[in-house]
């Protein structure tokens, strides 16, 4: 996947864009989206659609929201990602600002993308200890 280019860039070109085949939940009809960094020198990318409603996250790397953040995908997940076992891939747990001014990140439902296939979807695994608002920055 080439380098994420900072949120002020605008040349974005198709090749640029990960398919997500069956949207993410509640914006299915987004199905292609870039990974773009949020601002220099911040672990948060952003994550943003070039089709359909036009959605955007933040998104961060699980892995270093949570230390030993567990990457597992089931058998079903990497044939639908065109992954293979020992395949990298790029994890991104989605960002909240809520209603009390904290920042949460949704732990239980990462973003996995496929590089290498430019393929992406929003993994739930059934038996995930990890929570949907983890905070990340509280209210002050």
Do not use: K
């Amino acid at each position: 996947m080439r380098p994420a280019p900072a949120a002020t860039d605008t040349e974005i070109t198709v090749s640029d864009a990960v398919t997500f085949p069956d949207g993410i939940p509640g914006f299915e009809s987004c199905r292609r989206f870039v990974v773009l960094a949020a601002e220099e020198a911040t672990p948060l990318r952003r994550l943003h659609a070039v089709d359909g409603v036009g959605a955007s996250f933040l998104a961060i790397d699980p892995r270093g929201v949570l230390e030993g953040y567990r990457c597992d995908l089931t058998a079903s997940d990497r044939r639908r990602l065109g992954a293979s076992n020992d395949e990298p891939l790029l994890w991104l747990a989605l960002v909240t600002l809520e209603a009390s001014g904290a920042l949460t990140v949704n732990l239980r439902a990462p973003i996995v993308i496929n590089p290498r296939t430019m393929t992406g979807q929003q993994v739930l695994p059934h038996d995930c200890l990890y929570p949907v608002r983890h905070v990340l920055l509280d209210a002050e």
